[in-house]
């Protein structure tokens, strides 16, 4: 699908009104009226932007979509929707228009100026009636449209938005309206170059409102500035509905914490502005809502009104729209939160991809943070469409080389800008694979699949050494390391050697894809890459095994990633190294050191190699630095950082501090499968064949979970007893489930669909 959805009229409309790399333009408003003589049958509205857009036609919004036609690389495709909007039109005049924003287009992405692809916002959109005789007319975006500037003076991302009430156009979206003033705008052909295509994923919507009485007053002279706490952090903006006078300029700014005066903190922002501005028309009750912009935030400050003004304030919650999927509780009300706060991390960064956070000048489709938390993601929610878009979106970032980079869509946020590097760039393989064990989908296999060859040809033929990746002959940079570990003397790298971590998911790399050959029925494929992983493990433990069976480095991580991803011969070489892992986590009081790469393997690797009790203890664990630290400091998001807040040193390192980042609620993915007990059988992917194996331990006496899987929804509730256990199950119709019960319990049980009670006797 492609441009040829437009008639050859079609054009790019923009506005002869422009900003440039360092300063904002107000947003183009565009009409066009126009005449039917008779009724309307049906219509349809196919319309994209350069930018961001809303349609209105006859007064009426079109759609719900929020950020349409959302992210893709701008210069190689651009989404498209269509609405039916018969209803909306009428016999006589009616007019089409559109407001358009900058958005990730040429509005400030990240750390960079605007203007990332282009110099400002265009419309392309065609109309197709069918009229009540059966006759049609096609309208679309030419040289015949108007534009004028209004009230939005600025609209960002990262900056905010500016609304000025008294600049208002009025009606302009509805029939009879003067167009003085109005100007011809501006046109460009539509080019071969740019892929037109329909959507592909969930739209980002409104998904929710947010009211709050918490407020805090602070007085300055004749001023009151009101701080609102959400009590909540997420991504969104907020409603506010004012009465003051004309001119009163309503300043909102935005923070995911207090300082310690009780004032916004917004040093972690960067150089985002994160400010929105209201000009009051000074007309009764003014409610306004920005429509280009977001804010990651729990406290919004709401300054420039005096106190006997008027204001009220909603918050309101954007994301991709998914359909919640899963469900988690347990007897231990601190992982109930740290559930929730693992959920609402998802929900304030899947937002058109899935981003490392929501608040600072970043807000990036980072590859690694997301490889860590899809299986995670693919729980919470129903996340395969949103995958399935941004799974092109690493191929639209994929190099001619075959390297993927750090970030998708890319603009030149990677260093070196064709790779990513370990644990960032294997996103490519790891993530699709995901998707197809959660959901059964062949599809994105087969989609990415020469992809992720390429991928696979580019690290050994421009990363690797003797099949030892971010060797450092092939590769000076070697990544981003075990990113944010605590093991690192300080630096955000950590500890473990990047060659070994490179090496490690090179490995894993050749595995995932002697598999994904095998599902997609490609033998001879299948071969080379078992070899490639033979050779590959081989030069693994030559290299980083000591002669006395540990792991260079001696980080947790090392081990980590040497025991999960099978680099260490079975038997007493992978008890030894178990076991020092195991004592190493003791050493440090139970507390948690790993960063990004070995944290989401870390308690399935205890678990599996039998201490599963020192996992517990990692998992309930209270004081810093642990998951629930931040729980018990009041966090309802997961941090990027460990040490994000300490009650000795306060806020960390204000360049890189997020109270917003998911990848830490990887942990998510234990607490559903090992914790509560639910497993997808990888021979039978997508909940064909329910594995149920509860592991209970720590402090726990129930856990349940239930997931909406393709099939129909599975739970499993457990309750420690007297004698044992009690479990009750619900396997879907079509669906085929064992319990694996823990050990000591008994033996495996095949069960039917239905619903299941089941009294388990440990044994002595
Ligand atoms: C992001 C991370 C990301 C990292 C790369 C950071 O700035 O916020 O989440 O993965 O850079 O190491």
Not at 80 to 101: C, D, F, H, K, T
Not at 479 to 499: E, I, V
Not at 515 to 522: E, M, Q, R
Request: net charge negative.
């Amino acid at each position: 699908m492609n441009s040829s959805l437009f008639a050859a009229a079609a054009r790019w409309i923009f506005s002869p009104v422009v900003g440039s790399p360092r300063s904002m333009a107000p947003s183009p408003y565009l009409r066009k009226s126009f005449h039917l003589n008779q009724s309307v049958k049906s219509a349809r509205l196919t319309v994209t932007a350069l930018g961001l857009y809303e349609c209105e036609i006859n007064g009426q919004r079109v759609g719900d979509q929020v950020f349409a036609p959302g992210w893709t690389d701008y210069s190689k495709r651009v989404m498209l929707q269509s609405y039916e909007v018969g209803s909306l039109l009428r016999s006589g005049e009616n007019v089409l228009g559109a407001i358009l924003g900058d958005g990730w287009y040429c509005g400030y992405v990240a750390w960079k100026d605007r203007q990332n692809y282009g110099d400002r916002p265009k419309l392309l959109a065609q109309l197709d009636v069918t009229l009540e005789d059966g006759s049609t007319l096609t309208l679309t975006t030419d040289e015949s449209w108007k534009t004028a500037v209004g009230a939005i003076r600025e609209s960002d991302f990262l900056s905010g938005e500016v609304y000025d009430a008294r600049m208002e156009l009025g009606a302009w979206s509805q029939p009879g309206y003067s167009e003085e003033g109005w100007q011809s705008v501006l046109t460009e052909p539509l080019s071969p170059a740019l892929s037109i295509e329909e959507r592909l994923g969930p739209p980002v919507r409104r998904i929710d409102e947010l009211k709050t009485t918490k407020l805090t007053l602070i007085t300055d002279w004749n001023q009151v500035r009101r701080i609102y706490d959400f009590e909540q952090n997420f991504a969104g903006r907020v409603k506010i509905s004012v009465r003051a006078s004309r001119g009163t300029v309503v300043r909102l700014r935005f923070a995911e914490i207090l300082d310690e005066k009780g004032e916004l903190y917004t040093e972690n922002l960067r150089s985002a502005r994160c400010t929105d501005y209201y000009i009051c028309k000074g007309e009764g009750v003014e409610v306004w809502e920005p429509r280009f912009t977001f804010h990651g935030f729990r406290y919004a400050e709401v300054q420039g009104i005096k106190k006997e003004d008027f204001v009220e304030i909603v918050g309101v919650v954007l994301h991709s729209d998914m359909k919640p999927t899963g469900r988690f509780r347990c007897s231990n009300e601190l992982l109930n939160q740290l559930q929730h706060n693992i959920v609402w991390g998802q929900k304030s960064n899947f937002l058109e991809v899935p981003t490392d956070c929501p608040q600072r000048d970043e807000r990036l489709g980072w590859l690694g943070d997301a490889q860590v938390f899809v299986r995670t993601a693919a729980f919470n929610m129903d996340v395969r469409g949103f995958f399935h878009k941004w799974v092109r979106d690493l191929r639209d970032a994929q190099s001619k080389e075959g390297g993927v980079p750090s970030v998708a869509p890319e603009r030149g946020y990677t260093p070196g800008e064709i790779d990513g590097g370990p644990a960032w760039s294997d996103a490519t393989i790891i993530c699709p694979w995901t998707i197809y064990l959660c959901y059964g989908d062949k599809k994105i296999l087969a989609d990415h699949y020469e992809s992720m060859r390429h991928y696979f040809d580019f690290l050994t033929k421009f990363r690797c050494a003797g099949h030892i990746r971010s060797h450092w002959t092939a590769d000076k940079w070697g990544g981003y390391g075990d990113w944010l570990a605590l093991d690192g003397s300080g630096k955000t790298d950590g500890g473990t050697p990047k060659d070994l971590i490179g090496t490690a998911f090179y490995a894993h790399d050749a595995k995932l894809l002697e598999k994904i050959a095998t599902a997609l029925g490609h033998e001879t494929d299948a071969l080379y890459y078992r070899k490639q992983r033979e050779d590959i493990a081989l030069a693994f433990r030559r290299r980083f095994l000591t002669p006395d069976g540990l792991v260079v480095s001696g980080t947790q991580t090392a081990a980590v990633l040497a025991l999960h991803f099978g680099l260490i011969e079975e038997g007493e070489p992978r008890k030894l190294l178990a076991q020092e892992l195991a004592r190493d986590v003791e050493k440090r009081g139970f507390h948690l050191a790993t960063g990004f790469v070995g944290t989401p393997y870390l308690l399935e690797v205890l678990e599996t190699e039998g201490y599963l009790d020192v996992a517990y203890k990692l998992l309930e664990q209270e004081t810093f630095p642990s998951w629930l630290f931040p729980v018990k400091n009041g966090a309802t998001t997961i941090w990027e950082r460990w040490d994000g807040w300490t009650p000795e040193k306060g806020p960390q390192d204000k360049g890189m501090n997020s109270y917003n980042h998911y990848a830490y609620g990887a942990v998510g993915a234990w607490m559903y499968r090992s914790v509560a007990g639910i497993e997808l059988d990888s021979s039978q992917p997508g909940y064909e064949h329910i594995l149920f194996r509860p592991r209970p331990g720590g402090s726990l006496t129930w856990a349940e979970a239930s997931l909406d899987t393709p099939h129909g929804t599975t739970a499993i509730h457990w309750e420690k007893t007297e004698t044992g256990l009690q479990i009750e199950l619900t396997v879907p119709q079509g669906t085929r489930a064992t319990l694996q019960p823990p050990a000591g319990y008994g033996a495996e049980q095949k069960l039917e669909p239905g619903r299941h009670s089941l009294t388990l006797k440990a044994s002595l």
